[in-house]
Nanobody, 127 residues
Framework: QVQLVESAGGLVQAGGSLRLSCTAV?????????MGWFRQAPGKERESVAA????????AYADSVKGRFTISRDNAKNTVNLQMNSLKPEDTAVYYCAARYSQDSIALLRSTEYSYWGQGTQVTVSA
């Protein structure tokens, strides 16, 4: 069991930046987990945003955020981050971090691969 705690999201204007963090506060060693960020907008299905493998040697991004978002992790601090730049109103959603117990060399964007989820944090981008 892994407990994930996300930082607060926020309200930002279009074109602005926001950084989300997620900390694993309990459970198995953080370094044994691949991590991902997902989001869900009102009335829409949850979608993948970004993923990173346990060693940070592999990352993956949804096409909609490539070049704007960057996922990173600090294994010493049990934290995964999502730096979001050039935000758009369509990025408005509840953002979730998730963990999968794996030491694969590849980062996976499939939400079904993830067993542990944070509580979600709201990100709102105004036009």
């Amino acid at each position: 069991q892994v407990q994930l705690v996300e930082s607060a999201g926020g309200l930002v204007q279009a074109g602005g930046s926001l950084r989300l963090s997620c900390t694993a506060v309990s459970g198995r060693a953080f370094t044994r987990h691949g991590m991902g960020w997902f989001r869900q907008a009102p009335g829409k299905e949850r979608e993948s945003v970004a993923a990173i493998n346990w060693s940070a040697s592999s990352t993956a991004y949804a096409d909609s955020v490539k070049g704007r978002f960057t996922i990173s992790r600090d294994n010493a601090k049990n934290t995964v981050n999502l730096q979001m730049n050039s935000l758009k109103p369509e990025d408005t959603a509840v953002y979730y971090c998730a963990a999968r117990y794996s030491q694969d060399s590849i980062a996976l964007l499939r939400s079904t691969e993830y067993s542990y989820w944070g509580q979600g944090t709201q990100v709102t981008v105004s036009a």
